[in-house]
């Protein structure tokens, strides 16, 4: 027995050896071995690395935003729009996008120079974008800010707890209690060896896959299942029916206050809010809704499609929070043409455009005359 713990021992102490050894490199070597789109923000969880490459091949701006850089100092007489969101500022990449869209019509509409800033992060909702906008966002020193409300995710991933973070070019959900730092940076008590290996696997995995389905005409970002899965969990939010999950009600209080102190912030500043009400591809693809029902056997009556944005505009509503909801619009246009990129739930060129027009007819009145 003591011939096999000294022979177990002898490759056991070496791998352990190693792996330790791994980790700290890890920890030392990350801000100069993992220099990848995302980076490590203490403020905010993670942010966009400033003057990385797009996937369009743009860099982006000097706080990791989807646009050019804009002078901190406003020319006298432009009048400046900020808007903050999600992913959904990066769809269509820096020139299709639907704020770059926005910006190109109001330069046709008059004599006034009018500047739309692109200021959105991935992944991130409302309660992040509010510490987005208090640390890069008011540096611009908007006229207006318009926030990009996806009710897809927005309030299913407003846990009041969580903290998503960059770690070693990946992706983590801490919680707030559990933040702990040493010199400035993140420590997790999980492997960042097995963290790393596991989510690039995933996403090799998914991509291969989704190759694999797809055609010249169908090239889509997820496979059919995974899509498919995405959009019933949001589609859960929808669930008016007895059945449905009571936790969310916290995140609903979480989005409803940090909208509440957003808009005491901008006030303070005399600057105007206006809240976009974005819609998921399940309210306007009636046949992917068809399609969510079918796979997953619910019942069409337990969910109301309009339950996100009713919800929304009612607290606006109490606030005096002008909003401009782009539901109507997108169901009657996406009766007649394809608004949403395959499997992807961002939109495409059409859906871009139309975005902007939307915007474009309500920004409008609320530009004041030079």
Known sequence: MKKIAKAFLKVILPIVFVLVCLELLMIILEPYFFEGFYQYDPDLGFRVRPHA?????????????NDVDYPLQKTTGVFRILVIG?????????????????ERMLANRGPRKIE???????????????????????????????????????????????????????????SRRHDYKLLNRPIIPKSRIWLFL????????????????????????FTEETYLAIERARLEFFNVSHSRPSHLQANVDYIFGSIAEMDELLKSRNIKLVVAILPDEFQVNQQLFRDII??????????????????????????GIPYVDFLDQFQAAGKTQTLYAVR???????????????????????????
């Open 344 to 370: 992807d739930s961002h939109w495409n060129a059409a859906g871009n455009q139309l975005a902007a027009r939307i915007l474009f007819e309500d920004l409008g009145g609320r530009i004041p005359s030079p």
């Open 86 to 102: 999600d992913s959904f500022s990066w769809a269509g990449g820096r020139e299709g996008n639907y704020t770059a869209v926005l």
């Open 53 to 65: 490459p797009s996937f369009d091949g743009t860099l982006t701006n000097q706080f990791g935003f």
């Open 116 to 174: 739309v800033i692109n200021a959105g992060y991935p992944g991130t909702h409302t309660g992040e974008q509010l510490a987005l906008l208090r640390k890069f966002g008011l540096q611009y020193d908007p006229d207006l800010t318009v926030l990009s409300f996806f009710v897809g995710n927005d309030f299913v991933d407003a846990d009041p707890d969580r903290k998503r973070i960059i770690v070693n070019g990946i992706y983590l959900d801490i």
């Open 198 to 221: 596991k989510q690039k696997y995933q996403i090799w995995a998914e991509t291969r896959k989704a190759k694999a389905e797809a055609t010249a005409k169908s090239p889509g970002a």
């Open 294 to 319: 079918d796979r997953y056997k619910l019942e069409p009556q337990d969910y109301d499609l309009k339950f996100a944005q009713n919800l929304l505009k009612g607290f606006l509503e109490s606030r």
